[in-house]
T-cell receptor, first 113, second 114 residues
Framework: GESVGLHLPTLSVQEGDNSIINCAYSNSASDYFIWYKQESGKGPQFIIDIRSNMDKRQGQRVTVLLNKTVKHLSLQIAATQPGDSAVYFCAENMGFGNEKLTFGTGTRLTIIP | GAGVSQSPSNKVTEKGKDVELRCDPISGHTALYWYRQSLGQGLEFLIYFQGNSAPDKSGLPSDRFSAERTGGSVSTLTIQRTQQEDSAVYLC????????????FGPGTRLTVT
């Protein structure tokens, strides 16, 4: 079946540098994409989302890019801080509504002081 | 305001026993979701409620798993005759009908079947 997958399971970044976390999806019908951050022992926390009719969306220190041509999603975190260390999941939703999310395996981001 | 809460936070049970996991969604959220997360893995969808009805139960791994939601609020996930492979963190999320339909997650229940 189709699924959301991630290119890299782990990523280490020097504090203050920018980080990029990538995600590949295979379902061209997916309409809505979300990035979640999960710290140890906690549930996932919403970071940012993007609809399929957009290719870029910015938040506070985060930017999500969507390339529908190659079915690729990325999360950019600017000026990383120790608190950014966590597992990051991308998720896709095929419905414009309260539908289930399909999650990728996740990327563990470690910020090196 | 109060977020999604789950209880218990940890549950250790013997193989073959039944367990009940509880989720209290954010007040006013109409949708409620159950996910399972094995160690080092992503989130596996189990079931989704809209109000008290479950339009999508496709993720329940076997007939040992069931869930209900009453009063459009609290939900209970029941696992009968637990097996060791049921050991995981069970996460609950809720969302409203307003865009962006953001799902708010609870802290999860860590289930260990011995």
């Amino acid at each position: 079946g189709e699924s959301v997958g991630l290119h890299l399971p782990t990523l280490s970044v020097q504090e203050g540098d920018n980080s990029i976390i990538n995600c590949a999806y295979s379902n061209s019908a997916s309409d809505y994409f979300i990035w979640y951050k999960q710290e140890s022992g906690k549930g996932p926390q919403f970071i940012i989302d993007i609809r399929s009719n957009m290719d870029k969306r910015q938040g506070q220190r985060v930017t999500v890019l969507l390339n529908k041509t190659v079915k690729h999603l990325s999360l950019q975190i600017a000026a990383t801080q120790p608190g950014d260390s966590a597992v990051y999941f991308c998720a896709e939703n095929m419905g414009f509504g309260n539908e289930k999310l399909t999650f990728g395996t996740g990327t563990r981001l470690t910020i090196i002081p | 305001g109060a977020g999604v809460s789950q209880s218990p936070s940890n549950k250790v049970t013997e193989k073959g026993k039944d367990v009940e996991l509880r989720c209290d969604p954010i007040s006013g959220h109409t949708a409620l979701y159950w996910y399972r997360q094995s160690l080092g893995q992503g989130l596996e969808f189990l079931i989704y409620f809209q109000g008290n009805s479950a339009p999508d139960k496709s993720g329940l791994p076997s007939d040992r798993f069931s869930a209900e939601r009453t009063g459009g609020s609290v939900s209970t996930l029941t696992i009968q005759r637990t097996q060791q492979e049921d050991s995981a963190v069970y996460l609950c999320a809720s969302s409203s009908r307003d865009w962006p339909y953001e799902q708010y997650f609870g802290p999860g229940t860590r289930l260990t079947v011995t």
